[in-house]
Nanobody, 125 residues
Framework: QVQLVESGGGLVQAGVSLRLSCAAS????????MAWFRQAPGKEREFVAA????????YYADSTKGRFTISRDNAKNTVYLQMNSLKVEDTAVYYC??????????????????WGQGTQVTVSS
């Protein structure tokens, strides 16, 4: 079993940066596909970014490409999401997810076995 705990969310103004953290426990996640999803009120959960394994390929939603960066720290068993140039439309609960299926697709939420509880990010204008 893998437990995931997100942190780093908050209320910020548009244009600033924020870094989310996802601390994993129970197992080492260096070989797992790690991803971030988000869900805004009244909307479905959507893919944000994924990292297939440490130093492996990364993937981004069109809406976050060039602004968000997913990274890992193996020593801390932690995954990060650096969010720059935040926009009001980035407001959502952000979830960390993990999958042991290293070679499967990364975009669908159904592919991930483990989820964190989420952290709220609110961007004001």
């Amino acid at each position: 079993q893998v437990q995931l705990v997100e942190s780093g969310g908050g209320l910020v103004q548009a244009g600033v940066s924020l870094r989310l953290s996802c601390a994993a426990s129970g197992r080492t996640v260096s070989g797992y596909v790690m991803a971030w999803f988000r869900q805004a009120p009244g909307k479905e959960r959507e893919f944000v970014a994924a990292s297939r394994w440490n130093l492996g390929p990364t993937y981004y939603a069109d809406s976050t490409k060039g602004r968000f960066t997913i990274s890992r720290d193996n020593a801390k068993n932690t995954v990060y999401l650096q969010m720059n140039s935040l926009k009001v439309e980035d407001t959502a609960v952000y979830y960390c997810a993990a999958s042991a299926q290293r070679y499967s697709g990364v975009y669908g939420a159904y592919r991930y076995e483990y989820w964190g509880q989420g952290t709220q990010v609110t961007v004001s204008s």
